[in-house]
């Protein structure tokens, strides 16, 4: 299982630091590439975490999505 750290630009511009994992990835490419791919499509949808909290991230309030070789400050 590979996990990531997202730091999201909203399109109000917001930013939010979330934790994605995916079960069936093998490394951290192909997660962010998987991340890319669903936010991309007009009805993209995450399930990640902010904390101890479930966030849904829908792709259409996304403006900007920054993966740091260290990963955002939560």
Known sequence: MATTVLRVRLIGGDRMDLTYDEP????EDELVEHVISTLA????VLRTRHG???VVLY??????IE???RGAVL
Do not use: C, E
């Open 41 to 44: 499509q007009d009805s993209g």
């Open 67 to 69: 993966v740091a070789p």
């Open 52 to 54: 101890d909290r479930l």
């Open 59 to 64: 792709g259409r309030g996304v403006a900007a």
């Open 24 to 27: 069936g990835a093998s490394d």
